[in-house]
């Protein structure tokens, strides 16, 4: 019975150590398959900016505002960047583009009607610094996701307690649109209740993001019919912040290693020149973007897709009766591995790629390059890298979102 038992033990110790061994690299199989490689942040990048896009000038915000270049190529010299909520500025990568989009993107569009004022309550009053509006779903009191769409908004509004402004587009039955300061919001309870909001024309801020900053656009308006939070947003890269050891040695390493993690990342004007700044991908070093201009039905006309072609301006983007001229917007991003390439890890990543779209060419003259490049390539710091290029069509991309469908890259 003693060797029986004993038998057993050692028999059940075995087994326990064989399963915990399966279980073991059963789990390290799982974390293989499921971790995220280089360049997986790209994909869904070019999903998020594809809905952007697609949503930007809802509401009456003109075809040269709605989607447009905010800076191509930005250089260090530029000292381009956003400061964030805190204060801290946010740096654009040197070499990189930044692209713009307005409009009510991120919250769904309501009906809205004025609820004070003058004329009956049917146009903004004379002093428009104080202007009450209820704001309710588009689609009527039958539609079940009314609530859900007010909710959205509600969450939106509320959000401003994290920033200091938000701002609210208003537009008439001719599509003409006016910016206001969201002074006081307030949500009766229970179900069917509509929101009230209260308005300033007249911010300062709120004047300077109306159509082509129209000082009076607010009393150019006729009966105020739809409306929403308006979303003021750039995509573009950030430099990152500073190197320090192990990823930068600032007596070995080249320059371009001083700042060796910039990330993706997307800018809200949240007020007083501050912006909400989101990061949306880490070791994310490139960002280009080519503008294709046409006519309806036109084959596009790329403008910076490649080496020596510039961005176009903002007023070449409509025509002269003010329609876009925008058809087609192509971008392309390039992610790199977050630690350097070490000897012993197989064939050694190439140390130069051709530059994206119109990129600068490394050594340039304006800091551009990627990531450990040097004019010395013998001082050049390897990664392993991955570049996507993606290709938006504006008009399939707005319809398909009217269905209810995710925007189409490819």
């Keep these: 019975m003693r060797e029986l038992t004993l038998t057993l033990f050692l028999v059940g110790v075995v087994i326990a150590v064989a399963v915990r061994m399966i279980d073991l690299r059963t789990k390290l199989l799982v974390v293989e398959k499921d971790a995220p490689g280089i360049g997986s942040v790209l994909e869904p990048a070019a999903r998020a900016l594809s809905r952007d896009a697609a949503e930007a000038g809802r509401v009456g915000v003109p075809p040269g505002e709605a989607v447009r270049p905010i800076a191509d190529n930005t250089s260090a010299e530029d000292g381009a960047g956003y400061t964030d909520g805190s204060g801290v500025p946010v740096v654009v990568r040197a070499g990189t583009d930044q692209i713009g989009l307005r409009g009510v993107i991120r919250t769904p569009l309501l009906g809205v009607r004025l609820t004070n004022g003058a004329e009956g309550g049917t146009r903004i009053p004379a002093d428009a610094s104080s202007v009450w509006l209820r704001a309710g779903p588009l689609s009527g009191a039958g539609d079940s996701s009314g609530g859900d769409k007010l909710r959205a908004v509600t969450e939106g509004l509320g959000a401003a307690a994290r920033r200091a402004k938000r701002f609210f587009l208003v537009a008439d039955r001719e599509g003409r649109s006016a910016v206001a300061l969201v002074r006081e919001w307030r949500r009766p309870p229970g179900p069917?209740?509509?929101?009230?909001?209260?308005?300033?024309?007249?911010?300062?801020?709120?004047?300077?993001?109306?159509?082509?900053?129209?000082?009076?656009?607010?009393?150019?308006?006729?009966?105020?019919?739809?409306?929403?939070?308006?979303?003021?947003?750039?995509?573009?890269?950030?430099?990152?912040?500073?190197?320090?050891?192990?990823?930068?040695?600032?007596?070995?390493?080249?320059?371009?290693?001083?700042?060796?993690?910039?990330?993706?990342?997307?800018?809200?004007?949240?007020?007083?020149?501050?912006?909400?700044?989101?990061?949306?991908?880490?070791?994310?070093?490139?960002?280009?973007?080519?503008?294709?201009?046409?006519?309806?039905?036109?084959?596009?006309?790329?403008?910076?897709?490649?080496?020596?072609?510039?961005?176009?301006?903002?007023?070449?983007?409509?025509?002269?009766?003010?329609?876009?001229?925008?058809?087609?917007?192509?971008?392309?991003?390039?992610?790199?591995?977050?630690?350097?390439?070490?000897?012993?890890?197989?064939?050694?990543?190439?140390?130069?790629?051709?530059?994206?779209?119109n990129a600068p060419a490394p050594g340039s003259g304006r800091d551009a390059g990627p990531v450990g490049w040097d004019p010395d390539e013998s001082r050049r710091i390897p990664f392993e890298r991955e570049s996507k290029e993606f290709v938006l069509n504006l008009g399939d991309a707005r319809s398909r979102m009217l269905r209810g469908e995710p925007p189409r890259v490819k």
């Design 192 to 357: 069917g209740g509509a929101l009230e909001i209260l308005l300033d024309f007249t911010d300062a801020e709120a004047v300077r993001l109306n159509p082509r900053g129209e000082t009076d656009a607010a009393r150019a308006l006729g009966d105020p019919l739809t409306g929403g939070l308006l979303d003021d947003i750039v995509w573009f890269v950030a430099r990152g912040p500073a190197g320090r050891s192990p990823d930068y040695d600032a007596v070995n390493d080249p320059l371009s290693m001083k700042f060796p993690h910039p990330f993706l990342a997307v800018a809200e004007f949240a007020g007083n020149g501050r912006w909400e700044i989101a990061h949306l991908g880490e070791d994310v070093e490139e960002f280009q973007v080519a503008w294709g201009l046409g006519a309806p039905g036109e084959e596009a006309t790329w403008r910076g897709g490649a080496a020596g072609s510039p961005a176009p301006e903002a007023r070449e983007l409509v025509d002269p009766d003010g329609r876009s001229r925008l058809s087609a917007l192509k971008f392309a991003w390039t992610a790199k591995a977050e630690h350097r390439f070490m000897r012993g890890d197989g064939p050694p990543p190439p140390l130069e790629s051709p530059p994206l779209l």
